[in-house]
């Protein structure tokens, strides 16, 4: 299986602030990944796929890179709506399909 | 718009059978791969299983190999899940999703239905 680590854990920043999360994979899986939104009692949410492409709807200030085994997610600005937890998710292979452990933005 | 309705949770004792049902609106079902994902109580999401659009291949996690079926009906719009041989593990929210932007990415979901399996 091909693992998904993602750091930090747990991000505390302000209203405002530029906001990186990496994502790491064991192995190298070209640029097959995406990234989801998270909030509490809801169901993910698509951000971005093929690590760079922002889905349909989604605001500028997200952005997506990477490929091989390095992958970031980044806002620009972060606003309210955007604390939530992120997971990152490898499609290279589908057996199995896999997240990373998550990445909770917390208010500062 | 796209609107995905699980159905099918509940409360099961260990080693008793479930099937969950997913009602697809707002786009064209037959088209497109469909998902299970699940997410235990205060972990990340897990995938569970994904059919073909036409039902012809079907892929599972090892986790749910030989236990869980996927299955679609792309009369009815609908998507299931039969969950046979549960596990006090398999405890968690079950979520459809689709796999329109790309077969292997989950771009709409479902609110989800929780299945709890305990004595």
């Known amino acids: 299986d091909i693992q998904m680590t993602q750091s930090p854990s747990t991000l505390s920043a302000s209203v405002g602030d530029r906001v990186t999360i990496t994502c790491r994979a064991s192995q190298s899986i070209s640029d097959w990944l995406a990234w989801y939104q998270q909030k509490p009692g809801k169901a993910p949410k698509l951000l971005i796929y093929k690590a760079s492409s922002l889905d349909s709807g989604v605001p500028s200030r997200f952005s997506g890179s990477g490929s091989g085994t390095e992958f970031t997610l980044t806002i620009s600005s972060l606003q309210p709506d955007d604390f939530a937890t992120y997971y990152c998710q490898q499609y290279n292979s589908y057996s199995p399909l896999t997240f990373g452990g998550g990445t909770k933005v917390e208010i500062k | 718009q796209v609107q995905l309705v699980e159905s099918g949770g509940g409360v099961v004792q260990p080693g008793r059978s479930l099937r969950l049902s997913c009602a697809a609106s707002g786009f064209t079902f037959s088209s497109y791969a469909m998902h299970w994902v699940r997410q235990a109580p205060g972990k990340g999401p897990e995938w569970v299983a994904v059919?073909?659009?036409?039902?012809?291949?079907?892929y599972y996690a090892d986790s749910v190999k030989g236990r869980f079926t996927i299955s679609r009906d792309n009369s009815k719009n609908t998507l299931y899940l039969q969950m046979n041989s549960l596990r006090g593990d398999d405890t968690a929210v079950y979520y459809c999703a689709s796999g329109k932007v790309q077969w292997l990415v989950f771009d709409y979901w479902g609110q989800g239905t929780l299945v709890t399996v305990s004595s």
């Open positions: 059919i073909l659009y036409d039902g012809t291949n079907k």
